[in-house]
């Protein structure tokens, strides 16, 4: 049984999947946020309403979203790998500028409030 969770060809790599790739990480930065607001606000629901719910609550959100960015990075390079178009070197590079750059826009400002 082949497992095709995360596997990328060729064939499938267009500009719908680049759309989809960055979409992706929008999600993954609102579920993000999602995590601070509860951790830092407390949960709204009674469901909820038991001692450190809402830190326990917003660190599984928050992991969640960390888990599910990085799962897209890791498709969007075996996408970039699988096309074989550019170096490997020039995109490291630039995938990890544009990584430092997601993380500080959404993620870390997400943590400080802004």
């Known amino acids: 049984m082949e497992n095709n969770f995360i596997k990328v060809e060729s064939k499938d790599v267009n500009l719908k999947f680049v759309f989809d790739n960055l979409r992706n990480y929008g999600i993954a930065a609102l579920f993000f946020y999602t995590g601070v607001l509860i951790f830092k606000n407390g949960a709204s629901s009674i469901l909820l309403d038991f001692p450190y719910a809402a ?6 959100i928050m ?5 599910l ?7 969007g390079t075996l996408a970039l790998l699988a096309v074989k178009k550019l170096s490997l070197v020039p995109y490291l590079i630039t995938a990890m500028l544009l990584h ?3 993380f500080e826009v959404f ?5 400080n409030g802004a």
């Open 55 to 60: 830190g326990t609550v917003g660190v599984i």
């Open 63 to 67: 992991v969640t979203a960390v888990i």
């Open 69 to 75: 960015a990085s799962l897209n990075f890791i498709q």
């Open 100 to 102: 430092l750059v997601l």
């Open 107 to 111: 993620f870390y400002r997400a943590l």
